[in-house]
T-cell receptor, first 115, second 113 residues
Framework: GAVVSQHPSRVICKSGTSVKIECRSL??????MFWYRQFPKQSLMLMAT?????????EQGVEKDKFLINHASLTLSTLTVTSAHPEDSSFYIC???????????FGSGTQLSVL | SQQGEEDPQALSIQEGENATMNCSYK?????LQWYRQNSGRGLVHLIL?????REKHSGRLRVTLDTSKKSSSLLITASRAADTASYFC?????????????FGTGTLLAVQP
């Protein structure tokens, strides 16, 4: 199956710093990538949809200036958590699909801890 | 919230037993998918069932879909300790981006050896 690589898997940072998370599709071109946030023992909440070469579409309640998404190529999308605060601590997961493929391929997630 | 709901929230069974998880959703769908998540990891796609299908099998997995009741079930037969994970249903909307999935609340399955 298709492989999506997400880095880093874990990051600990100080409050006020920015953190960048990368999501790469290794063996296919991802026209669309999705970014999710997951709290412990809870479901995935869609944050934004990222389409290559265009601005991301954010879900209601997600601050676009707080969570910067860039999808500069068909194999890479990045999520930058700007001026991170402890309440931003969470598990962030990306997923990707290619064209009309209905199923999603997920990265392994990034556990962000903001001190 | 359009998020689907799953029950039970948690399920503990013995190896060899069957596990059944249920999912209810709110909107009309193009398809419904089931995913598995090991603790602290990403999700892995298990099976997809389309809105015009009623039942689908894949190995030890059996999925049913009842669009009139807006519900689906996932049956794992002859469970193994390695099946221990969280299981999520996800629905694809009938209109718009069919890969923009809405995930259910999940069922945490623990299979005791």
């Amino acid at each position: 199956g298709a492989v999506v690589s997400q880095h880093p898997s874990r990051v600990i940072c100080k409050s006020g710093t920015s953190v960048k998370i990368e999501c790469r599709s290794l063996d296919f071109q991802a026209t669309t990538m999705f970014w999710y946030r997951q709290f412990p023992k809870q479901s995935l909440m869609l944050m934004a949809t990222s389409n290559e070469g265009s601005k991301a579409t954010y879900e209601q309640g997600v601050e676009k200036d707080k969570f910067l998404i860039n999808h500069a190529s068909l194999t890479l999308s990045t999520l930058t958590v700007t001026s991170a605060h402890p309440e931003d601590s969470s598990f962030y997961i990306c997923s990707a699909s290619s064209g009309s493929n209905e199923k999603l391929f997920f990265g392994s997630g990034t556990q962000l801890s903001v001190l | 919230s359009q998020q689907g709901e799953e029950d039970p929230q948690a399920l503990s069974i013995q190896e060899g037993e069957n596990a059944t998880m249920n999912c209810s959703y709110k909107t009309s769908i193009n398809n419904l998918q089931w995913y598995r998540q090991n603790s602290g990891r990403g999700l892995v796609h298990l099976i997809l069932i389309r809105s015009n299908e009623r039942e689908k099998h894949s190995g030890r997995l059996r999925v049913t879909l009842d669009t009139s009741k807006k519900s689906s079930s996932l049956l794992i037969t002859a469970s193994r300790a390695a099946d221990t994970a969280s299981y999520f249903c996800a629905t694809a909307p009938n209109r718009g981006a069919t890969n923009k999935l809405i995930f259910g609340t999940g069922t945490l399955l623990a299979v005791q050896p």
